[in-house]
């Protein structure tokens, strides 16, 4: 055979083979295109100044993440988002070829990019680890904070009566509302039913109005009517009396029992339903610790997951007012209904009062008010049986706890059942809510036991104006210890909330209060450096504790909390850097986007 005849044969055959790889690449290709355009819910969102702040210490910050269905498919630059997705065919052809063509390539075969503004930043979904759901919507119906008399509580009352005709037309329709402080007004003394009768229009009416704490109600002359006779003391709770021992029309803690309040229609729970997720999903929440369930609220929320009507997702801690066991009320709910959206697998227990009512429990009267040390709302003996009992069920506990008294006796409580190898921390994840007032010695106990300590920074900044002068200079040194807390906790674990509401429902108010020690206004009782500003914590600190750390407080933190492959895509997009920023712009930060399961709940994208 002659060379130009060999050269001939190897270029057809060159040229077969060619052919075949190019029809194989093609098959290739369109097999991809079609698997991918048929696999249309996946999108990578991506920001050109990587401000996709993951809270994940392996890639703190981020180009882009890509969502799968209600999954994070993977993170990290655009290139490699896109090429870890395609056959090792099509990654390594992506590799060869000049960007334009990988451009072209990259479009053709469909994938959703969006970009968001070079100002925002995304961040993963942000829980509130301690709120009140249904009572946040009661609230905004008659929302008394910021009332600096009780002449303007009487007026807002006036002004609802008149907005509500049915109310005006009826004054045997109870009035209720929520948000008073008489820290905030002359004198900072308590109210009396009197005052709730000084105008003509509310004379006569069943008016019933909680403290902006939830743990002391003012009542009108006409629900004392209705009660009746009282007894003389409440176990946990306080008749307000004066000197001739005559109700003056305020009940504290447990007393509150005592007020005929109707319960709450099924119509009344939806709209205080649709308020609260109207509201939390417009400030970028997609998780709450709801921490007072009570089986009526369980129940209603159940229902609400079984008929993918819960847009968020919510950890309930189930509540019954009793001395005695009642779990058997509390039903065990994991990733319940059609969304997997709802946990029922936590309990709340109530040790004591608030500081703002003289409830909260102390070692030593308080200073303002010496005749008191506050209360117990149960007896050690009572809280011990409950504790162990919800521990043995397989229940998670969780204690609020105010003054030293009271957060001493539980750690107490849960330092038997650990020592004792009853109990394991790790697993068990017990937690006390609020952690305001601590011993030096149980600041370092909770860490070394290792319960969680749940806290909202937002207490620390309302309550900063009365607290020294209530605690003195001693005892306020353990008080609202954020950092501290942090530092002696063994995972360095601490979830953040808010309590609304006792406290507003967006988050960025607690992350603001946080890492400034600091009132909306910029002020403090210590100046503008912050009050008691070595208890501050980080922005990353912060962060962390209303996302992973919620997380992880919840028994979720390998499902959510960062933005990592295999995690749920939850997250937020805000319209300004609240990690770099003055401090100053952080509260006038704006949610573009609330997104959950990979879905826009809230804004767009």
């Known amino acids: 055979m002659s060379d130009e005849k060999a050269l001939q044969d190897r270029t057809k055959q060159h040229s077969r083979v060619q052919s075949w790889r190019v029809w194989l690449a093609g098959l290739v290709l369109a097999g991809t295109y079609l698997a991918l355009k048929l696999n249309n819910d996946q999108y990578a969102i991506c920001s050109r100044s990587q401000a996709i702040y993951t809270v994940d210490d392996a890639t703190p910050r981020a180009e882009c993440i890509l969502v799968k269905g209600s999954y994070i498919q993977d993170v990290g630059s655009l290139y490699q988002v896109r090429t870890r997705r395609l ?17 072209r390539l990259w479009s053709w075969i469909t994938l959703n990019v969006t970009y968001i503004k070079s100002t925002s930043i995304l961040i993963p979904g942000l829980a509130d680890a301690h709120a009140h759901t249904l009572e946040y919507g009661y609230k905004m119906e008659l929302q008394l904070d910021g009332s600096g008399s009780i002449q303007e509580v009487v007026d807002r009352i006036k002004q609802y009566i008149v907005s509500h005709p049915d109310i005006h037309k009826n004054t045997s329709a109870w009035i209720e509302g929520m948000g008073w402080d008489q820290t905030k007004w002359p004198g900072a003394q308590f109210p009396t039913a009197s005052d709730l009768a000084s105008d003509s229009m509310l004379n006569g ?46 009940f504290v803690d447990n007393a509150m029992a005592l007020i005929p309040i109707p319960a709450w229609s099924e119509e009344q729970m939806s709209m205080y339903f649709d308020t609260a997720m109207r509201d939390a999903l417009a400030h970028g929440l997609t998780s709450i ?77 308080y200073l303002d008010n010496p005749n008191t040390k506050g209360f117990m709302l149960h007896s050690s003996a009572v809280l011990t049986k409950l504790v162990k009992a919800f521990h043995d069920d397989g229940f998670q506990v969780n204690v609020h706890c105010i003054g030293d008294l009271a957060n001493k006796e539980v750690l107490d409580i849960f330092e038997r059942l650990i020592v004792d190898g009853q109990a394991n921390t790790t697993t068990w994840r017990p937690r006390i809510e609020h952690a305001q007032i601590m011993t030096e010695a149980d600041l370092q106990r909770i860490g070394r036991l290792g319960v969680i300590a ?152």
């Open 454 to 605: 749940s806290v909202q920074p937002t207490h620390a900044t309302s309550d900063m104006w009365y607290a020294e002068k209530r605690l003195g200079p001693k005892r306020i040194q353990g008080a609202y210890a954020f950092q501290t807390l942090l530092r002696s906790s063994p995972n360095r674990v601490l979830p953040l909330g808010s309590d609304f509401p006792v406290e507003g429902i967006n988050p960025l108010l607690g992350f603001y209060a946080a890492i400034t020690r600091l009132s909306p206004e910029g002020t403090s009782p210590h100046g503008d450096g912050g009050w008691f500003p070595d208890e501050r914590l980080t922005r990353a600190q912060a962060l962390k504790g209303m996302t992973l750390d919620a997380a992880y407080a919840a028994f979720a933190e390998h499902e959510r909390g960062s933005l990592v492959p295999g995690k749920k895509a939850d997250f937020v997009v805000l319209d300004r850097d609240v990690m770099e920023v003055d401090v100053v712009e952080v509260l006038g930060t704006r949610v573009e986007a609330t997104v959950v399961d990979g879905k826009v709940v809230y804004g767009r994208l």
């Open 205 to 250: 009416r069943p008016i019933a109005l909680r403290r902006v704490d939830g743990h002391a109600t003012w009542v009108s002359p006409r629900v004392l009517k209705l009660m009746g006779d009282l007894p003389d003391t409440v176990d946990g709770g306080l008749i307000v009396r004066d000197q001739d021992g005559k109700p003056t029309g305020v």
């Open 289 to 365: 610790h709801d921490a007072m369930a009570t089986p009526n609220i369980i129940d209603f929320i159940k229902r609400k997951a079984e008929s993918g009507d819960l847009p968020i997702r919510m950890y309930l801690m189930g509540y019954v007012a009793s001395d005695d066991y009642w779990g058997a009320q509390v039903p065990r709910l994991v990733d319940y209904g059609r969304d997997a959206r709802l946990n029922v697998r936590s309990i709340k227990l109530v040790a004591d009062g608030a500081l703002g009512s003289w409830g909260a429990a102390m070692l030593e009267p």
């Open 87 to 103: 056959p090792p065919f099509l990654s390594s052809l992506d590799a060869r070829l000049p960007s334009s063509w990988t451009a």
